[in-house]
């Protein structure tokens, strides 16, 4: 994996939140980073269903009406 660039940003948050995060000796940069991370990978989640939800939909019925090819092969 290469060198990750990193670029300094000014960002307003409440007050209160960097006083607890200070005393709690919480990094800043690495909770935003994680953050927002999982708020790409919902919205990703997100739309890919979104595009997806004609397939998924027919999948499913398809499956309902047919069942599963290893269903007769089930021994649980």
Do not use: C, H, P
């Amino acid at each position: 994996m290469g060198k990750v660039v990193k670029r300094a940003v000014n960002l307003r948050i409440n007050e209160k939140l960097i006083d607890q995060a200070k005393a709690m000796n919480v990094n800043l940069s690495q909770t935003l980073e994680a953050s927002l991370v999982e708020v790409f990978r919902e919205k990703q989640r997100v739309a890919w269903l979104a595009e997806n939800n004609e397939a998924v939909q027919a999948y499913n019925q398809r499956i309902e009406k047919q069942g599963l090819f290893s269903d007769g092969l089930r021994q649980f």
